[in-house]
C-alpha cells in the first residue's frame, strides 16, 4: 500500500464507503473542514483502530512466530513459476468438470501476495471470463478488501476447483480431490504467508474435515504450514446479511495479522 497522503485518504475513504456497504454503523466519520482535518481524522481513526487492534496484533505476532518456527519447509516446486503451473494444467481434463467449462480458471492476483483468498469453485460469470471472483460475489469480495484498506491486486485469490461445475452445484469429493494437486502447487509457488479460505467448502477442503463453517471460524488453522484463517463466503452474505457483521470481525483479525507480517 502505498503511503502518499492522497493515497491513502482515497483508500481510506473507499475503506469507509466499503464498510458502510456492509451495514456497519458504528463507524467513526471525521468532521471535515479542510483536507489537514480531514487528514488528521483519518489518521486518529487508523491510529484508533490499531489500538482497539493492538492485543489482537500483539498476540498475532506472538502466534506468527510460533507458526513460522513450526512451518515445514516448503518443498522444491514442480514448477519454476504460476505461468509455467498455469501452461502445464490450463487443459486439464483430470476430472468431469474439464468438458463442461467454458474457461479453466486459474487464479488472480500478486504471483508473490503475502495472503491468498481461497474459495471453492468458479461461478458462472468466472466460467464466461476465466477469472475467478468477478460476479456479484466477487465485487462483494472487492468492497470486502476496501473496507479493511486493501486491493485485490495485493493478494491472490483463486479456487480449490479451476472448472465451475454444472449449475453452480456443490463441488464433489472426487473433483476436488482430483483438482487439489493444482491448488497445493499454487500454494507451493506463491509462498503465502497467510491464507484465508471462503466459506464451508473451501474451508472444510483444506482441512480435510467435515467440521462446521461455525466451529472452524474464530480459530487459526495451517494449510501447508500456513496460517489459515476463515471466514464466510461473499456469495452467503448476499444471502444472508446478518453475516457482514461476523465478517467484519474476521477481517479486522485477518488484517491485524496480516499487519503483523511486516
Ligand atoms: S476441475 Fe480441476 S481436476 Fe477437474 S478438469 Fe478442471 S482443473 Fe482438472
Known amino acids: 500500500m502505498t503511503n502518499k497522503p492522497r493515497d491513502v485518504l482515497q483508500m481510506f475513504r473507499q475503506a469507509l464507503a466499503a464498510q458502510m456497504e456492509m451495514g456497519l454503523h458504528e463507524l467513526i466519520v471525521p468532521k471535515l473542514s479542510s483536507v489537514e482535518i480531514e487528514l488528521k481524522s483519518q489518521a486518529d481513526i487508523i ?132 483438482c487439489f494437486p493444482h491448488l497445493r502447487e499454487q500454494v507451493r509457488l506463491i509462498k503465502p504467508k497467510l491464507i484465508c479460505a471462503l466459506g464451508r467448502i473451501a474451508a472444510q477442503a483444506l482441512l480435510q474435515t467435515t467440521t462446521p463453517l461455525g466451529k472452524l471460524r474464530n480459530h487459526w488453522h495451517e494449510f501447508e504450514g500456513v496460517p489459515l484463517w476463515i471466514t464466510y463466503h461473499p456469495a452467503a452474505l448476499l444471502r ?15 488484517k491485524a495479522r496480516y499487519e503483523a507480517l511486516k
Not at 490499531?50 to 512466530?65: G, L, S
Not at 467454458?102 to 460469470?125: C, H, Q, R, S
Not at 466460467?127 to 469480495?141: E, M, N
Open 47 to 178: 491510529t484508533g483502530e490499531i489500538i482497539r487492534n493492538q492485543e489482537v496484533t500483539m498476540t498475532a505476532k506472538k502466534e506468527n512466530r510460533l507458526s513460522q518456527s513450526a512451518m515445514p519447509l516448503f518443498q522444491e516446486p514442480s514448477y519454476n513459476s504460476l505461468e509455467e503451473h498455469y501452461q502445464a494444467i490450463c487443459n486439464c481434463q483430470l476430472c468431469p468438470l474439464g468438458a463442461t467449462r467454458t474457461n479453466f480458471v486459474y487464479g488472480v492476483g500478486d504471483p508473490k501476495a503475502d495472503l491468498m483468498f481461497i474459495g471453492e469453485a468458479p461461478g458462472a460469470e468466472e466460467d464466461r471470463q476465466g477469472k475467478p471472483f468477478v460476479g456479484k460475489a466477487g465485487q462483494l469480495l472487492d468492497r470486502i478488501l476496501a473496507s479493511i484498506m486493501m486491493k485485490r491486486e495485493e493478494v491472490y485469490i483463486c479456487n480449490i476447483l479451476k472448472c465451475r461445475p454444472p449449475g453452480n452445484r456443490d463441488p464433489q469429493p472426487d473433483e476436488m480431490a482430483r
Open 240 to 254: 444472508f446479511q446478518s453475516y457482514k457483521r461476523d465478517t467484519w470481525e474476521d477481517m479486522k483479525i485477518l
